[in-house]
Nanobody
Framework: VQLQAFGGGLVQAGGSLRLSCAAS????????LAWFRQAPGKERDFVAC???????TYADSVKGRFTISRDNAKSTMYLQMNSLQPEDTAVYYC??????????????????WGQGTLVTVSS
C-alpha cells in the first residue's frame, strides 16, 4: 500500500489545520491507521490511531483538540487539528496496517508510511 500525506502548513497558535492521508495499492478498509509526528531532534511520537470500524485512540497531548477519521470509500484518513500550539510543530506522518499482535502506538509496528507533511505553529 502507498500512502501520501498532505495538508500541512504554517498556522498561528490557536488555529486549525486538517491533514489528509490518501492510500492506494490495495484494500484500504481493513487494518488500523495512525498518525505520528516528529519534531526536530526528537523521536517519532504517536498522535492518534483509528481501526476499521472507527474506534480511535489519542495521545494525551492532543486529546480534545485533534480528531482522527477515515473514509473507506475514498481510501483516505484525516486528522483535524484545532487549538494548535507551537509544541505541535512537527512533520506529521501517516501509517497503515500494524503487524498482527503489535502495539498500534509505536512506529516500529508499521511497515507502511506516508512521506510526511510539515506543520508549523507560530506563537
Amino acid at each position: 500500500v502507498q500512502l501520501q500525506a498532505f495538508g500541512g502548513g504554517l498556522v498561528q497558535a490557536g488555529g486549525s489545520l486538517r491533514l489528509s492521508c490518501a492510500a492506494s495499492g490495495r484494500t484500504f478498509n481493513v487494518g488500523a491507521l495512525a498518525w505520528f509526528r516528529q519534531a526536530p531532534g526528537k523521536e517519532r511520537d504517536f498522535v492518534a490511531c483509528i481501526n476499521w470500524n472507527g474506534y480511535s485512540t489519542y495521545a494525551d497531548s492532543v486529546k480534545g483538540r485533534f480528531t482522527i477519521s477515515r473514509d473507506n470509500a475514498k481510501s483516505t484518513m484525516y486528522l483535524q487539528m484545532n487549538s494548535l500550539q507551537p509544541e505541535d510543530t512537527a512533520v506529521y506522518y501517516c501509517a497503515a496496517d500494524p503487524r498482527p499482535g503489535s502495539s498500534w502506538l509505536i512506529p516500529f509496528s508499521y511497515d507502511y508510511w506516508g512521506q510526511g507533511t510539515l506543520v508549523t505553529v507560530s506563537s
